[in-house]
């Protein structure tokens, strides 16, 4: 009998404590839909232009993000655009992110310029500093497209660069807007920020539903966004930024390497500066060093070739110039093979990067310095080539012209004189006694000179 009264109560027990861990089971299963996050924010930099190395940096400030539990990591953005791969990538790695990314358009007269434009509307929370513009994402067109606002134009004639124009720009607009209608912005500005190039400011872009907030300065952002909840990888995350530090992360030595050598100029003047040490080397051989240095530069110039994407019309015609240059040395063209090689040099700068997959290219500042360079230099040899023919010939015949000797023994009209520290055979209108002075008027071959009375007075 107490056996069986303790079994009634011993079921309710076991009955309860299921029913307690079910619904224990059903609160936790709901918990993450609120999952608050809370310790340090990591930051970042990018100032500059979008590639490989930004990427990296991006990645690996996420790693860092998730190892130290941080609230979320905040990239400070100021950018004239970059790579197209490059910026697929870092939107890819933004979207899929478990930690909520902050990106943020600072300081003032900072600009988020085409492949800004889609690092900053794929962020979980997108920011502005006043003073600042967002916008201006048209792809470049190939074939010497513009770069800046408004349409290019398409050429008549080239009926194959249009289609490839038109896939680009379907593909980056589509791109877009898929980004804006995934974070809940406006897909409309975003798709004319790329058939369009349009441009907006601060106060535009969060008129326009395009950011989230316009803040001053880093403090006052982190205040603004406490409490905002945002979703990250598929969950909802409120943000605890009030009052958060933040961990500051620098780019390691590789990332700052291959940004630098990323860098359109960077790469343009190391080709150049390399094809300028080889030249220097054939003029004058046996230096060495111009010649090493200019090897060492061409290659890693054509590292940086490795990561940027380029034109080969470019390319060759950078190697034409060097062409120029080195045949300068051995054909007397008056310069004329110098011009051609500089405006090779320039033609090539201007084609270089001149690609759909980077809006970005060559500075006309550095490839007017460049040019210069390269052109007084060129104009200071074919300097020194034409005075070269108006120096007396110091060697050979024709240099002992005018040169003062003795006579060492004569017999009638010839005998043997010592001039320059040699004997030599002369000849002559007069005889001469031995230990007179003369001068050479005339060199007549086969080691005879012709000589006359040296006048003291000269």
């Known amino acids: 009998m107490p056996q069986a009264g303790r079994s009634p109560l011993l079921r ?7 029913l307690s861990a079910i619904l224990g089971y059903q609160v936790s299963a709901a918990d993450p839909e609120v999952s608050p996050r809370t310790g340090e924010i990591v930051e970042i ?31 400070l953005l100021d950018t004239p655009g970059g790579l197209l791969n490059s910026t697929k990538d ?12 902050i990106v943020y358009v600072y300081p003032r007269g900072a600009t988020a310029t085409s492949a800004g434009v889609f690092i900053t509307l794929s962020a979980h929370v997108a920011a502005m500093s006043p003073g600042t513009s967002i916008g201006a994402a048209h792809p470049v067109m190939l074939g010497g497209g513009q770069r800046g606002p408004g349409k290019p134009e398409k050429k008549k004639d080239d009926k194959s660069s249009d289609v490839m124009n038109e896939k680009i720009e379907n593909f980056a607009s589509s791109f877009m807007e898929s980004i804006a209608k995934e974070r809940g912005r406006n897909a409309k500005w975003a798709v004319d920020s790329v ?25 006052s952002l982190l205040s603004e966004i406490d409490g905002k909840e945002v979703k990250a990888s598929g969950q909802s995350v409120r943000l605890e930024t009030a009052g958060a ?58 590292v940086s070739l490795q990561i940027l994407p380029f034109n080969y019309a470019g390319l060759i015609l950078l190697f034409v ?22 405006a090779c ?44 023919f ?64 040296y006048d003291d007075k000269q």
């Open 12 to 18: 309710v027990s076991v009955f309860f404590l299921l």
């Open 45 to 75: 930099e990018i100032n500059g232009s979008i590639n490989p190395s930004t990427v990296d940096y991006i990645k690996t400030g996420l790693s860092e993000a998730r190892a130290r539990n941080a609230t979320a990591l905040l990239i």
């Open 321 to 342: 110039s060097m062409a120029l240059l080195i045949s300068e040395v051995y054909v007397t063209s008056y310069g004329l093979l110098s011009l051609a090689a500089l």
């Open 245 to 302: 530090k933040t961990q500051r992360l620098e780019m390691s030595l590789r990332q700052k390497v291959v940004n630098i050598l990323s860098t359109p100029d960077i790469a343009f003047l190391l080709l150049s500066l390399g094809s300028l040490g080889i030249f220097l080397e054939f003029y004058n051989p046996g230096m060495i060093f111009p010649g090493v240095a200019g090897l060492i530069a061409l290659l890693v110039g054509f």
């Open 195 to 219: 058939r369009k190039s349009v441009s907006v400011t601060a106060d535009e872009a969060l008129k326009k539903k395009v950011i989230d907030i316009i803040s001053p300065d880093i403090p």
């Open 345 to 388: 040099l320039v033609f090539g700068g201007l084609l270089l990067f001149d690609t759909p997959e980077s809006d970005l290219g060559v500075s006309r500042g550095t490839i007017a310095a460049v040019a210069v360079s390269i052109g007084l230099l060129s104009v200071f040899i074919v300097y020194l080539g034409v005075k070269s």
């Open 390 to 453: 108006k120096v007396p010939i110091q060697g050979g015949f024709e240099g002992m012209v005018g040169q003062k000797g003795e006579v060492v023994s004569w017999s009638q009209k010839s005998g043997k004189v010592y001039i320059g520290g040699e004997y030599w055979e002369a000849t002559g209108e007069r005889e001469f006694s031995p230990g007179e002075k003369v001068k050479v008027i005339e060199s007549t071959g086969d080691l005879v000179v012709r000589v006359s009375d």
């Open 90 to 101: 870092i939107v890819k790695v933004i979207l899929n992110s478990e930690v909520p990314v």
